[in-house]
């Protein structure tokens, strides 16, 4: 094989999502400007990003405080807003903006496509002399001689499903730095790796994840309200399984809407996937996307842990940002903001260890009390009870017990932590749960399967190539995780990725059909067994989202 | 030898295409966009020759408004040595007529021993620009090509035809388009993407170079396919010949 190309940068970002933009653009805005690269898996930038999104504009006020005269891509703003609770397939509760939780209201904020607005991101970034590689997937953390990160290295492209390379192989490329910035989102491959090795989430409670779905409608005229914004919780979701749910009015007579199911679920019956299908049949989506057309799917799993889960941000040599380091705000069901936030504090750590000739791989302790001196600290402490009591208290007495503490104690009302363990660990063993059967595909209205949705994230991933889903150990699918829990990756994936052939067979397999995958990382998170590791597949491979 | 590889910008072949709801054109709002992968082949085949020592300049040259500038880039970061781009605003209406006009002009200009470009592109399938950029400029023509190689004064083409493959021996310069085995083009590097940053990408217009391009077919409306019906499952062989009768196949 040929040599690795090796290309040096002051700093290597990777991910091109808010975060690592925000700490690319705050970097090239200073003067002098360190040299900086970002290095992105998706096709183009925005390829693989997915939010609902309503999005606070703060982050972005101290970003680029011109953004509006720049043409951000901030089209509607939120006109008005209703919070439900859903009763069951046909009823619904609208909960008085009186006694909504204050942190859910959001006048002043902008319906965006996260998309979009990372592809806008890009180009100012571009335009500052960022370097951004879209297409070139980050696969290896290079560490140097006293275990510090000294950058990162890109997969070869071309190589076959067999290991070996094809006649167009081309090595990846070695990008080395003096601060490595993560920034690929909610469990990153890369960031995985640096958790276990340097201990960063030692202090704090385990990372909390939910899966989000989500689906762009075409509607009638008629139906659609421009910057209309609803929220909601309740029905389709059982008992003991958290999450909630948004339908939002965009321009172009789009709307956005989705369903957010918490991954500490615990029956392993459950499919988010078809929670979502049959969630459109309520009345209160169904006046919205009758007559309307689908046209686009996507799924993406988050971090919502907050401020009990938020790890160390910094090690030796690099710092993580954005979602990647848990600053998602739960109880604004916020992410966005705080993510651009993120990635300037580590751009402005950075900064002021370069002004004093930081020569890099050093750890750059001062982000902490950075960190800890910002809004969003303080955000997140404010909320963190948000998620502790709706836990705790189910969603009904939990929503108005937030809305009490919000409104009258600043958040300060010490509840119980819903439990340190991680979320693959709460599921039941199959048996003792209650089997949930789900209404097939209609086609028309609301219902889909997984194939015709995976249609319309324009997934694609050469198909001569190693799979990129690694089993520790490949017994454990149809061994201990078929015998307790019916192998539940066939229906948490949003996907289609696994499939079990020959199911009460003498021989069943699990199917791994890889190329379906949308990158959403839920398989790395639920497995029972933890045996699943998501690892980035050829640079450009994966879901071709637009305006998602 | 100079060649000059005529590229175009077209929807992303892994982008699913959705008509507009007014049925007035092809959605293309924020979707991905890319090299169109014949006009891909073509940049890899001028490369190849090129590093072959048969070639010494590259040129891409692209027609379009300001977004054409991204598929140049990738043109010089696979290779290219510049680029021209040719500007035309967001709404021209340019059919391949047009195109091939524009590009004639530059060809009388830039002088290039062989023109090379992809046989359609995946948008339009018109399959047209290629044969007319010929005719106008009186060269010899080598259409869906899936071999070359340069001989003393000329250079020999592999052409698939419907009934298997016809090798043609052309004269130089000579217009050659490119099919789909021609080559599997290489990933872009890296270290390319940044040199390619540094290499001219030269601009020019219709008034600059002296034509006023034919204007293109109107576009009345786009419909997408009717959707396939979904299949029934039958019971036996019997019911199958049964449903054909019926359907009147058999």
């Known amino acids: 094989m040929s040599e690795r190309d090796l290309m040096e940068f002051d700093v290597v970002i990777v991910g091109a999502g808010p975060a690592g933009l925000a700490t690319a653009i705050r970097l090239a805005q200073a003067d002098p400007a360190p040299s900086v690269c970002v290095v992105e898996k998706g096709a183009e930038v925005g390829a693989h990003i997915l939010s609902g999104a309503v999005i606070e504009t703060r982050g972005l006020d101290e970003l680029i405080p011109d953004w509006r005269e720049r043409g951000a891509p901030l089209e509607t703003p939120v006109e008005r807003e209703e919070l439900y609770l859903l009763r069951d397939a046909q009823r619904s509760w609208r909960i008085p903006e009186a006694i909504s939780p204050p942190s859910l209201h959001n006048s002043g904020n902008y319906l965006v496509s996260l998309g979009n607005l990372c592809r806008w991101l890009a180009a100012e970034a571009e335009s500052l002399g960022v370097e951004i590689f879209p297409g070139f997937a980050a696969t290896e953390v290079l560490f140097g001689e006293h275990g510090e990160v000294i950058g990162v290295a890109t997969g070869d492209m071309g190589i076959g499903a067999d290991g070996r390379p094809k006649d167009n192989h081309a090595p990846g490329v070695e990008l080395r730095a003096r601060q490595t910035v993560f920034a690929e989102g909610c469990r990153g491959h890369l960031g995985k790796q640096l958790y276990q090795r340097f201990g960063l989430d030692a202090e704090s409670t385990p990372q909390h994840h939910a899966l989000g779905i989500k689906e762009l409608w075409e509607i009638a005229a008629d139906r659609h309200e421009l910057g209309l914004v609803q929220h909601g919780t309740g029905w389709p979701l059982p008992e003991g399984t958290h999450g909630g749910f948004f339908l939002y009015h965009l321009s172009r007579c789009q709307v956005a809407v989705g369903l957010i199911v918490d991954l500490d679920y615990p029956n392993p019956w459950l499919s988010p996937f078809d929670e979502f299908q049959r969630m459109k049949h309520h009345p209160l989506f169904a006046a919205t996307l009758e007559g309307g057309r689908r046209i686009a799917y996507g799924a993406r799993a988050l971090a919502k842990g907050g401020f009990d889960a938020l790890p160390r941000q910094h090690f030796p040599g690099g710092c993580l940002a954005g979602c990647e380091g848990g600053t998602l705000d739960n109880a604004k069901l916020k992410g966005v903001h705080t993510a651009l936030k993120s990635g300037m504090l580590v751009a402005e750590e950075i900064l002021a260890a370069f002004a004093v000739g930081d020569p890099g791989g050093r750890e750059l302790t001062g982000l902490e009390a950075r960190l800890r001196a910002s809004w969003l600290y303080e955000d997140l402490r404010v909320g963190r009870n948000f998620g502790r009591s709706l836990h705790r208290f189910g969603t009904l007495l939990g929503g108005a017990v937030n809305s009490l503490d919000q409104r009258l104690l600043g958040g300060r009302r010490p509840i119980r932590r819903p439990g340190d363990a991680p979320d693959h660990t709460w599921l039941e063993p199959a048996a003792l749960s209650e089997p949930l059967s789900y209404p097939g595909p209609d086609g028309v209205l609301s219902c889909f399967d997984r194939l015709s949705s995976v249609y319309l994230a324009n997934t694609a991933h050469e198909e001569d190539q190693p799979c990129h889903l690694h089993l520790a150990d490949p017994s454990i699918p149809t061994g201990s995780n078929l015998a307790e829990y019916a192998e539940p990756a066939q229906r948490y994936c949003p996907a289609g990725v696994y499939e079990l052939v020959g199911e009460g067979g003498d021989d069943p397999r699990l199917q791994i059909n890889a190329a379906n995958c949308v990158h959403c990382k839920t398989c790395d998170i639920k497995d029972p067994a933890a045996n699943i590791t998501w690892v980035a597949p050829e640079g450009g491979s994966g879901p071709n989202y637009p305006n998602m | ?250």
Request: negative net charge; glycine residues 8%; proline residues 6%.
């Open chain 2, 1 to 250: 030898m100079k060649i000059l590889v005529p590229i175009k910008r077209v929807i992303d072949y892994n982008v699913r295409v959705r008509v507009k709801s007014d049925h007035s054109d092809v959605d293309l709002a924020n979707v991905k966009m890319a090299i169109n992968p014949f006009c891909e082949i073509a940049v890899e085949a001028a490369v190849r020759l090129r590093e072959d020592g048969k070639a010494d300049e590259v040129v891409a040259v692209s027609v379009g408004p300001k977004a054409v500038q991204e598929q140049l880039r990738t043109a010089l970061a696979m290779g290219a040595d510049r680029a021209i781009w040719v500007e035309t605003a967001e709404d021209a209406d340019l059919g391949p007529l047009g195109i091939a006009q524009l590009l004639a002009a530059l060809v009388r200009e830039e002088q290039p021993g062989l023109v090379l470009l992809g046989k359609q592109s995946i948008d339009g399938d018109n399959n047209q620009v290629g044969q007319m950029l010929a005719g106008l400029l009186g060269y010899p023509q080598g259409t869906f090509v899936s071999g070359l190689e340069v001989v003393d004064e000329g250079i020999e083409v592999v052409r698939e035809v419907d009934g298997g493959l016809q090798t043609l021996a052309l004269r130089l310069p000579a217009v050659i388009t490119t099919d789909l085995r021609l080559n599997t083009p290489r990933f872009i590097r890296a270290p390319d993407i940044m040199k390619s940053r540094r290499k001219p990408i030269a601009h020019t217009g219709a008034e600059q170079l002296g034509v006023s391009p034919a204007a293109g077919p109107r576009l009345l409306a786009v419909h997408p396919p009717e959707p396939r019906a979904g299949g029934i499952r039958v019971e036996s062989v019997g019911e199958l010949l049964e449903r054909l009768r019926q359907a009147q196949v058999i």
